[in-house]
């Protein structure tokens, strides 16, 4: 019902334009559609360009933490865990560590360890909100 109501909008309105349309034609107001243009396009030799100087790119945090070598308050991970002395489970990408008893510690699979949330700030990196 929808489909045949649309379409006949459409047909009137397609309509009502070629009948507005004639009107204009038969009382010879009407203007082009497209009009050539009658003088010929100038076309501007591009301008010499200056060398670009390529632009030292500054690392990312994730980059700076990930290339960072770890010093005697952390450790990497060994077998997907923590090595005894080192609770405290990090993820560079993220940039958040949770401690033992947090929300999804268990099953957290650090990219790096730490002996203490002190250390892992120091680090740059912030606690988990749960």
Do not use: H, W
């Not at 004639?22 to 107001?29: C, E, K, N, P, S």
């Not at 030292?56 to 865990?81: N, Q, R, Y």
């Not at 990408?93 to 099953?107: D, I, L, T």
Request: aromatic share 6%.
């Amino acid at each position: 019902m929808i489909g045949r109501f649309f379409r006949r909008i459409v047909v009137l309105a397609l309509v009502g334009t070629a009948v507005a349309a004639a009107v204009r034609l038969l009382r010879g107001d009407a203007a082009p559609a497209f009009q050539l243009p009658t003088e010929p396009i100038q076309l501007r030799p591009a301008a010499p360009s200056a060398p670009v100087a390529a632009v030292p790119s500054t690392p990312t945090t994730d980059e700076v933490l990930a290339t960072s070598p770890p010093d005697e308050d952390s450790a990497e991970p060994i077998e997907g865990g923590c090595p005894d002395g080192f609770p405290v489970k990090a993820k560079l990408k993220s940039g958040v560590f949770r401690e033992p008893g947090m929300a999804n510690y268990e099953s957290t699979t650090p990219d790096r360890c730490y002996r203490t949330a002190a250390a892992a700030e120091a680090d740059g990196l912030r606690a988990a909100k749960r």
